[in-house]
Nanobody, 120 residues
Framework: QVQLVESGGGLVQPGGSLGLSCAAS????????MGWYRQAPGKERELVAT???????DYADSVRGRFAISKDFTKKTVYLQMNSLKPEDTAIYFC??????????????WGQGTQVTVSA
């Protein structure tokens, strides 16, 4: 099976920075995209940022210009640099990978989530 291991969550003050990392392990024929989603208490899970094998990126409007996603798909890793953090960024952040497990079929895998808390 494919497992995603996340690291880098924690407590940071407003205006501060934090970096998240996620590494996938297991059988992946070819990565399609990796990204980050988040879920705050009482809210639905939402997209934060994604990056594709073709280097296309997508950001939520609320984080565009503050967060930067990067990847090293040869290592099956994705990174999220979060700058100018706001209290409303507080959430559990989940790593996601979409990948071909064969030449013709693709799957999604999710990490366990890591807590990011932005508080003064």
């Amino acid at each position: 099976q494919v497992q995603l291991v996340e690291s880098g969550g924690g407590l940071v003050q407003p205006g501060g920075s934090l970096g998240l990392s996620c590494a996938a392990s297991g059988h992946i024929f070819r990565l399609i995209a990796m990204g980050w989603y988040r879920q705050a208490p009482g809210k639905e899970r939402e997209l934060v940022a994604t990056v594709t094998a073709g280097h296309n990126t997508d950001y939520a409007d609320s984080v565009r210009g503050r967060f930067a996603i990067s990847k090293d798909f040869t290592k099956k890793t994705v990174y999220l640099q979060m700058n100018s953090l706001k209290p409303e960024d507080t959430a559990i952040y989940f790593c996601n990978a979409r990948y071909y497990d064969t030449e013709r079929s693709w799957l999604d895998s999710w990490g366990q989530g890591t807590q990011v808390t932005v508080s003064a």
